[in-house]
């Protein structure tokens, strides 16, 4: 089966790419990459067709991930319809999508906070490394890096994505 994932921030250009890379990078070390499509928006337009913020950038390099390629974009109505499931990164961008998708052609449309998936991790918002002059961008790589492990354990195993690993609170 083909899926296909948005993962979204407020800009795109700091925490959403930095997840797409993560998981595009675990899908590919899986064999899963052929299987699961992965994209990258923001809910703003501030940094339209603008490359990853600088620090982001440099911090992602430190870890193996290019994201030299990537050009913010804005969510759009079509997401919500095209996208199987829906991540955001913060609890602040996860209440703006619901209400964008109760107003889309699809009000069913599955979205969830993307740390739902991460098993180390328990804070619900992926800080933004943007916003704290970046001192916490080893943190917030480790986050996504621990939330796309989780889920991508869920995708391999054929669970429901929307379930959390076993042992958490549902």
């Known amino acids: 089966m083909n899926r296909r994932i948005l993962i979204v921030c407020r800009n795109n250009i700091c925490r959403s790419p930095a997840a797409e890379a993560v998981l595009r990078r675990r899908l590919e070390r899986h064999g899963l990459d052929r299987r699961i499509e992965v994209d990258s928006a923001g809910t703003h337009a501030y940094h339209l067709g603008e490359g990853v913020e600088t620090r982001t950038a440099r911090a992602a390099l430190t870890r193996g991930y290019c994201l030299a390629a990537h050009r913010a974009r804005r969510i759009a109505w079509q997401d919500f319809e095209y996208f199987d ?3 955001a990164i913060d609890r602040g961008v996860l209440e703006e999508l619901q209400r964008m998708a109760a ?7 599955r979205v969830e906070l993307l740390t739902h998936h991460a098993t180390q991790h328990r804070d619900d918002d992926v800080p933004d490394p943007y916003l704290s002059l970046g001192a916490s961008f080893d943190a917030v790589f480790d986050m996504l890096e621990d939330a796309a492990a989780g889920l991508l354990t869920a995708l391999a195993a054929g669970r429901p994505v929307d379930t959390p690993p076993a042992g958490e609170p549902a």
């Open 85 to 87: 499931l829906i991540l």
């Open 103 to 109: 107003l889309s052609n699809r009000p069913d449309a």
